[in-house]
């Protein structure tokens, strides 16, 4: 028997609960937070690596590109390799190579080991992020407990990109940047030891196979897309190395979709995406991280540039996200058994298209406290509120599926964050070159314009994910 999730999973009387499953939260929401801080981490350490490791400018992006190419490039594979291998070992896996590519990256005596270090800390994040999904969907398949646990999972993922720009402000402040990549190991010791502790050893998933044509196909479309976003803000749209990766990424993506509907063993049944609920979840949270990542990047900008906080400052200022997300996350948690997704997701990207507004409001002269803040609230509130319920709704029911499921969301989130970033940095420069007043007047005007334009696309998608996901049933 199948629900419109999938195949029905057992009661949750069938089984006693795993006495250690909330040591395993413990233990994977702090491997996904090590993961989710490093997207960020070195965004502040930036300046000190080029000087240290005398990077040239257009080699400098690379150090957070490479990062995120990797890391949004195999996050499909790494759902496959869960499955195919076993979640236990592919989090301890994982979590051994993330140190040992932090510990390179972190000596690094050049670029060249500098940017191989943050490229293989990419590929064990892909390993890790849906092995934690899928040990989260197998450890608390009780409605009441599943809301509580992607609730604390919610709130750290959604968390972890302030708490990267908060923790490299000080590490490179008050130590050296090169603490923003060894600060990993103790971290993913602990995690480790958890995984031993905590995570039960799982059969492996019968019939699982790698499909090879696929998974070429999926890494390089993923990676291709990555690629030509980040290069449209310093190279432009129209610039070869933009267009090129964006239209042979389509066209890869394109061909994976093909393949997949005739592979034995796809790496992605599409049975995961034409899901209706799940399928609205993704997108959901492609349309969260377009605006979010870029109201993130927009401020960070502002506070440094603008109100001329220090990188410490800057990182404290981010933690009102923090207390918004905490506060989404603690109020939708309960309602994920309770009120049909639709209900769930839509207003949750509405909170994040208000702030998003709050953005075009900004001037020169505004207050941190009556005008930033908001923004921050706002968008955390929202984020929390969508990542909680898109997670939930992703890994229900989805069996065999679970981790690529799970790993789709990461898929749409590092997907909508790189076009979100590139798409409205453009709309801002555009806008600011247009904006014939003093420096700082036109590069608040260009936030102000892009903040407007994100809010609009975030109303778009609210409306749109309402559609898809239709009428449907609180999560069973």
Same mark, same amino acid.
């Given at each position: 028997?199948?629900?419109a999730?999938g195949?029905?999973?057992?009661?949750?009387s069938? *089984?006693?609960?795993?006495?250690?499953?909330?040591? %395993?939260?413990?233990?994977? *929401?702090?491997?996904?937070?090590?993961?989710g801080?490093?997207l960020?981490?070195?965004?502040?350490?930036?300046?000190?690596?080029?000087?240290?490791l005398?990077?040239?400018?257009?080699?400098?992006?690379?150090?957070i590109?490479?990062?995120?190419?990797?890391?949004?490039?195999?996050?499909? &594979?790494?759902?496959?390799?869960s499955d195919?291998?076993?979640?236990?070992?592919? /989090?301890?896996?994982?979590?051994?190579g993330?140190?040992?590519?932090?510990?390179?990256?972190?000596?690094?005596?050049g +670029?060249?080991?500098?940017?191989? @270090?943050?490229?293989?800390?990419g590929?064990?994040?892909?390993?890790?992020?849906?092995?934690?999904?899928?040990?989260?969907?197998?450890?608390?398949?009780?409605?009441?407990?599943?809301?509580?646990?992607?609730?604390?999972?919610?709130?750290?993922?959604?968390?972890?990109?302030?708490l990267?720009?908060?923790?490299?402000?000080v590490?490179?402040?008050? &130590?050296?940047?090169?603490?923003?990549?060894?600060?990993?190991l103790?971290?993913?010791a602990?995690?480790?030891? #958890?995984?031993?502790?905590?995570?039960?050893?799982?059969?492996?998933?019968?019939?699982?196979?790698?499909?090879i044509?696929?998974?070429?196909?999926?890494?390089? #479309?993923?990676?291709?897309?990555?690629?030509?976003?980040?290069?449209?803000?310093p190279?432009?749209?129209?610039?070869?190395?933009?267009?090129g990766? !964006?239209?042979?990424?389509?066209?890869?993506?394109?061909?994976?979709?093909?393949?997949?509907?005739?592979?034995?063993?796809? !790496?992605?049944?599409?049975?995961?995406? &034409?899901?209706? =609920?799940?399928?609205?979840?993704?997108l959901?949270?492609?349309?969260?991280?377009?605006?979010?990542?870029a109201? /993130?990047?927009?401020?960070t900008?502002?506070m440094?540039?603008?109100l @001329?906080?220090?990188?410490?400052?800057?990182g404290l200022?981010?933690? +009102?996200?923090?207390?918004?997300?905490?506060? #989404?996350?603690?109020?939708?948690?309960?309602?994920?058994?309770?009120?049909?997704?639709?209900?769930?997701?839509?207003?949750?990207?509405?909170?994040?298209? %208000?702030?998003?507004?709050?953005?075009?409001?900004? =001037?020169?002269?505004?207050?941190?406290?009556?005008?930033?803040?908001?923004v921050?609230?706002?968008?955390g509130?929202?984020?929390g509120?969508?990542?909680?319920?898109?997670?939930?709704?992703?890994? !229900? @029911?989805?069996?065999?599926?679970?981790?690529?499921? #799970? *790993?789709?969301?990461?898929?749409?989130?590092?997907?909508?964050?790189?076009?979100?970033?590139?798409?409205?940095?453009?709309?801002?420069?555009?806008?600011?070159?247009?904006?014939?007043?003093?420096?700082?007047?036109?590069?608040?005007?260009?936030?102000?314009?892009?903040?407007?334009?994100?809010?609009?696309?975030?109303?778009?998608? *609210? !409306?749109?994910?309402f559609?898809?996901?239709?009428?449907?049933? +609180?999560?069973?």
């Open positions: 028997m199948t629900t999730t195949p029905t999973r057992p009661s949750a069938a *089984a006693p609960p795993d006495p250690r499953r909330w040591w %395993a939260l413990a233990t994977v *929401a702090t491997a996904q937070l090590m993961v801080i490093d960020t981490i070195m965004n502040i350490a930036l300046p000190s690596v080029q000087r240290s005398q990077l040239s400018d257009p080699d400098r992006q690379w150090v590109t490479l990062f995120a190419l990797c890391y949004g490039g195999l996050l499909l &594979l790494g759902g496959r390799l195919l291998i076993g979640r236990r070992r592919v /989090l301890l896996a994982g979590l051994i993330f140190a040992a590519a932090s510990a390179l990256g972190g000596a690094a005596t +670029p060249a080991m500098l940017l191989t @270090g943050r490229a293989l800390q590929v064990c994040g892909a390993l890790l992020t849906p092995a934690v999904l899928a040990t989260l969907a197998a450890a608390f398949p009780s409605p009441a407990e599943r809301g509580k646990a992607f609730g604390v999972y919610g709130t750290v993922m959604g968390s972890s990109s302030g990267g720009v908060l923790l490299g402000g590490l490179t402040d008050y &130590l050296d940047w090169r603490w923003s990549m060894y600060v990993n103790p971290v993913a602990l995690a480790a030891a #958890g995984v031993l502790y905590a995570v039960r050893p799982a059969p492996r998933t019968a019939g699982v196979r790698i499909d044509t696929g998974a070429v196909l999926a890494t390089a #479309g993923l990676m291709a897309l990555v690629f030509g976003f980040a290069r449209s803000e190279d432009g749209w129209d610039a070869p190395i933009t267009f990766p !964006l239209i042979a990424g389509l066209v890869a993506l394109a061909a994976f979709v093909w393949v997949q509907t005739r592979a034995k063993n796809p !790496l992605l049944p599409l049975r995961v995406v &034409l899901d209706r =609920r799940r399928g609205g979840s993704y959901a949270v492609l349309s969260l991280a377009t605006g979010m990542f109201a /993130l990047f927009f401020l900008f502002y440094q540039n603008v @001329g906080y220090t990188p410490i400052q800057t200022g981010f933690l +009102p996200l923090t207390a918004g997300l905490m506060v #989404g996350v603690r109020a939708v948690s309960p309602l994920l058994a309770r009120a049909p997704v639709r209900s769930l997701l839509s207003p949750g990207l509405l909170t994040i298209a %208000a702030g998003l507004a709050l953005l075009g409001l900004l =001037r020169v002269d505004s207050d941190y406290w009556l005008h930033v803040l908001p921050f609230l706002l968008v509130l929202g984020t509120w969508v990542l909680v319920t898109a997670n939930s709704t992703a890994t !229900l @029911g989805a069996g065999a599926d679970s981790s690529v499921a #799970g *790993a789709m969301v990461m898929t749409s989130q590092q997907v909508g964050a790189s076009l979100g970033t590139a798409l409205l940095s453009t709309i801002a420069a555009t806008a600011a070159a247009r904006h014939h007043h003093l420096p700082a007047e036109a590069t608040v005007h260009g936030f102000n314009v892009a903040g407007l334009g994100a809010a609009g696309f975030l109303c778009l998608a *609210a !409306l749109a994910v559609v898809i996901t239709g009428p449907g049933r +609180p999560q069973p």
